[in-house]
């Protein structure tokens, strides 16, 4: 049995993804690493950092972006598909940018890849999720922040990416043109994993938080609209009261150590008082969130009121 990582990436050290982090994160466990590499800015440094990893695991695969082509946020999609069918593994494991997974789960990972190799009935492993946000104490649970995505699939040529790259279905006779489609694709049939993926999207000095969500918004809409919002808005971004999150009281990845070192805006952040009133609320600010949460995290278990869910939970024997 052989398991592949696999990644995209774009400007990625420029936003301040910790991306060392998260390829060295399962390393341990692959026998290769692909990367699909998108023609980065010339002020990133996105593929020497990758090659200072100083792997012969890993494979980068040069890419060009067409957001015309691929719009609306497939363009993460289609690159994502690109690294998962260079894989030669016969588990993939898929990990964005900013997500990291803890040296604690590996063995278990291993251990349910071993065990479910050859039983057909499973397409992938579902994993648990952990989003940071501010800082590194400080994490979400709010109505909305997905608590659950697939990241582990079989190396099966009718799984793809989907959407704009949270999560893979399975669509016969793909032609990879929409990637957003929804007829004719089918949910993977998944097992549950006590893992968790340790997401680090939201965990950015303000500046560059800002300058992240921009470039996200440009993936997903075009750019004369994002330009214009973003002249409303501020260079910096704001959190929000950090005690409105939940405490982080845990361990973080052994290889996240040294990203974490370099924390050092904790004077942009502001532990209490009221929600902002001088700008939009964020999604989990709002007060119909607020309420939904209530409910979930006391008395469903967490579990979320209409949640999305794009698999099927596989009963075991």
Known sequence: MMISGFTMCKNVSKLYYPIKASIESILPIVDEFVVAL???????????????????????IPTKWDLEKYPNGTENAHQTDIAKEACTGDWLFYLQADEVVHEDYLDHIVSACRRYYKDYRVDGFLFKYKHFWGDYNHY?????????????????????????????????????????????????????????VYHYGWVRP????????????????????????????????????????????????????????????????RESGPFPTDRELHKHERLKYRILTFFEQRLLNGNHIGGFKNYIIVKDH
């Open 206 to 269: 303000p500046s560059f938080m800002q300058r992240k969500r921009k470039a996200l918004d440009t993936i997903h809409q075009d750019a004369d609209t994002v330009n214009q919002k973003f002249e409303l808005e501020p260079p910096v971004f704001d959190y929000g009261p950090m005690n409105k999150a939940v405490e982080f009281k845990g361990s973080h990845p052994s290889v996240m150590k040294e990203w974490i070192a370099q924390f050092d805006w904790a004077n942009q952040l």
């Open 140 to 196: 979400q649970v709010a109505h909305g922040w997905y608590p659950k995505e697939i990241r582990i699939v079989r190396n099966d040529p009718s799984i793809h990416s989907w959407e704009s790259a949270q999560s893979f279905r399975r669509i016969p006779n793909f032609d990879y043109k929409n990637y957003r489609q929804q007829a004719g694709t089918h949910k993977l049939r998944v097992i549950p994993l006590e893992a968790e």
């Open 38 to 60: 998108g023609d980065c800015d010339d002020d990133d440094n996105t593929e020497e950092i990758i090659r200072s990893i100083n792997s012969d695991k890993i494979k980068i």
